[in-house]
């Protein structure tokens, strides 16, 4: 292939993975945009407020990201089943999808209402707060089934191409979120003061029910959403094709071992990611508030940025599982790789953001000057390794195409838990009588260790996925 060819060829093809990625980008912007709403309005509370919130979402946000990254497997499987043209098969695994996801989403309620209080009573959190925290989480368990169905017709959705959906939704569920925030956790006496002695006498009335208001909002937005996207599904033309069989089905053992099988590795690999910075963040407690809220407000910033990679790699699983589908291997071989240099691209759009504009974004979060000085070195830090994080987020999005999940699972636990945190450990706090140790610093180098060692080992696992000779790698 001649170089002018396969350079047009890869704008083409950026293009396409670019308009797949707009909307799963905003979509996670919005998604963290409701975490932003919660924690800025419980601020606005009360300290108590804002302390049980924050501690009850690092309970039992961890055990979202595990069951919507083990719901992500149904992506490929929808993507390689469109290519296929097989839409008679896509039906029955959403459905089994559909049964993982009412399981998960109970048992999740359930284990964050009996074990919170434990939890709480194990961190030492203050009395005062372990109680409005509790309140929280008893709240937001009554949303956790309805979370797990939306993000499962999410994948669906994005499986078949149709990445807006998963945009309008989570706009939808930021704007029913905000406005539920406002009315449940203020009240009557916030809206008062907010808009004036004219409100009607209903609004008026409403209690100000601070973390449990917060609770409540969050679970009424994930019902709405899953009532919302479900209602879609079965209504829009775009999902017609996949309207084929029956409407519904009881569980099948085989369907659902295959969505575990491809999800669960997912899922543990997502865990292990999110509960490497919050270990840092607690490791990171005794060393001051300074500390604490740098590493915070440079992480914080760090996470919205990656966005961009990671909705590029999500958008290459849809397209490589739709090109093997379609038995295009070599292009699904070029879509890969050709994916993979998109994101290295976006890697240097990050580094000049965080390089120039890193000072002006740390005004935002906090105007104390030794906070700032130490997140926007932190900032400089965290542009060392976007290439590596770019790297590592859109290759593992290319093997999930492959459905290649089990070895994604042991690099991220190997090259997170043990290179990551632990030379991050070994970096910070020292070693007796060789150096004291680079505090902050040294986890951060710890995450460029571990970061780089998934990217190498990944980018290993997707040559030898595509390499010439292999049965799925090979074709027209």
């Not at 709403?37 to 606005?44: E, N, R, T």
């Not at 929808?78 to 989403?105: E, K, N, S, Y």
């Not at 669960?264 to 910075?277: R, T, W």
């Not at 919205?304 to 070599?330: C, E, H």
């Amino acid at each position: 292939m001649s170089l002018s060819r396969r350079a047009r060829l890869s704008r083409i093809e950026a293009a396409r993975l670019g308009r797949l990625a707009l909307p799963i980008l905003g979509a996670q912007l919005a998604q963290i945009g409701m975490g932003t709403v919660d924690i800025a309005m419980a601020g606005h509370v009360d300290a108590t407020t804002l302390a049980a919130v924050s501690v009850g979402s690092s309970v039992w946000l961890p055990l979202v990201v595990f069951m919507i990254g083990t719901l992500m497997g149904l992506t490929p499987i929808v993507a390689q089943h469109v290519g296929a043209r097989a839409f008679d098969r896509i039906r029955p695994a959403v459905h089994q999808a559909l049964w993982v996801a009412l399981v998960l989403g109970v048992l999740s309620a359930l284990a964050i209402v009996a074990a919170g209080p434990a939890i709480f009573q194990l961190m030492a959190v203050p009395e005062a707060i372990a109680a409005q925290a509790t309140i929280y989480l008893n709240a937001v368990a009554l949303g956790l089934p309805a979370i797990a169905i939306y993000e499962t017709l999410r994948f669906y959705s994005d499986g078949l191409g149709h990445t807006r959906a998963s945009l309008i939704f989570a706009l939808f569920g930021l704007a029913v979120n905000t406005v539920a925030d406002g009315l449940l956790m203020f009240g009557g006496p916030g809206l008062t003061a907010l808009f004036g002695p004219g409100l009607p006498p209903t609004l008026a009335a409403l209690p100000a029910l601070g973390a449990l208001g917060c609770g409540l909002a969050t679970a009424i937005s994930m019902g709405l959403m899953a009532a919302a996207l479900f209602v879609y599904t079965r209504r829009a033309r775009v999902y017609a094709d996949a309207r084929t069989g029956s409407a519904w089905s009881l569980p099948s053992p085989g369907l659902i071992r295959e969505q575990l099988r491809i999800g669960v590795p997912i899922g543990v690999s997502v865990f292990a990611e999110v509960s490497l910075f919050t270990a840092i963040a607690l490791f990171l407690a005794g060393y001051g508030e300074v500390v604490i809220s740098a590493h915070t407000v440079a992480l914080n910033f760090g996470s919205v940025l990656f966005m961009l990679p990671l909705s590029l790699g999500m958008a290459l699983t849809v397209r490589i599982g739709q090109a093997r589908g379609r038995g295009k291997y070599r292009h699904a071989r070029f879509v890969a790789w050709n994916g993979v240099a998109c994101a290295l691209g976006v890697a240097v759009l990050i580094d000049l953001i965080l390089i120039f504009g890193g000072p002006y974004a740390v005004e935002i979060y906090t105007g104390a000057p030794a906070v700032q000085q130490l997140a926007v070195q932190l900032l400089l830090v965290a542009a060392i390794y976007q290439f590596s994080d770019a790297a590592q987020v859109s290759i593992a999005g290319a093997l999930r195409g492959y459905k290649d999940t089990r070895i994604i699972m042991a690099v991220t636990v190997f090259a997170y838990w043990v290179v990551g945190l632990g030379s991050g450990y070994w970096l910070g706090e020292g070693w007796a009588g060789v150096f004291a140790g680079l505090g902050v610093y040294g986890y951060w180098i710890g995450l460029i260790a571990g970061l780089s060692v998934a990217a190498v080992l990944l980018g290993a696992r997707l040559r030898w996925t595509t390499r010439p000779g292999r049965p799925n790698s090979i074709g027209a």
